[in-house]
């Protein structure tokens, strides 16, 4: 088992030549899709927790506990839902420009399976957010009523140092294990939609590219990715 997915991480075409010989099984990837999911739970929880303390004076303290499980569930279907299912269908659709074929429960299956460095490096920046999140600064919000108020207060959350730099190293650690599941995903589209290198690429390359950008958005922005990677 172990040289098996030695082979889909460093030698994913070896892998997929001989997956695509076996009949479709959604159990191994739904098995690491759901790893993923738990951890972009944590880690939605735990980036939760700065909007919660803004709220964690007076009568608003009690928001907290429900924005951490809002942000726990966000994490958990953004995981299952954008990375496993909705990379699946753009990539399927997208290689259809490519004349590509085979089934899509074959794409969502191999999707599943290149999603592991996703899954490495979830669990990457999650250890960061323990590191850097309790360091962090937050404003107190003491009321919801003025949006001027709470455009000031988010404004200064955002601009926080050490938030900002855990945001720029979190996005660049997140860039490279995303750059090695492209690498992956183009072997899986190989064989999965019977595509040649050149397509496979083509087929990888428009939704990560799409996905790159805003991740460099997010850098100069201030804001937060939910649900790992």
Known sequence: MNNIFLDLLIRPGSFFSKKILEPVNLRIPA??????AVIGAIQGYVMSGLYARLFSQGDMASMGLFLKIIGAVSGF??????????????LYLVSMFFSGSGPLKRTIEFAGYALIPVVIGSLVTLALAFYYIPDVSVPALRS??????????????????VLMEFTQVSTLISLIFLIWTANIL???????????????????????????????????SGNLIPGGV
């Open 144 to 161: 919801i009523q003025d949006p001027a108020v709470i455009q000031e207060v988010m404004a200064q959350l955002m601009n926080d140092p």
């Open 31 to 36: 098995l690491i899709v759901l790893v993923g």
């Open 186 to 220: 183009v072997f899986a589209m190989k064989y999965a939609r019977e595509l040649n290198v050149k397509h496979a690429v083509l087929t990888v390359a428009i939704p990560v590219l799409v996905y790159i950008i805003y991740m460099v958005y997010t850098i100069f």
């Open 77 to 90: 279907l953004a995981f299952l839902i954008i990375w496993w299912l909705a990379l699946s269908v753009v």
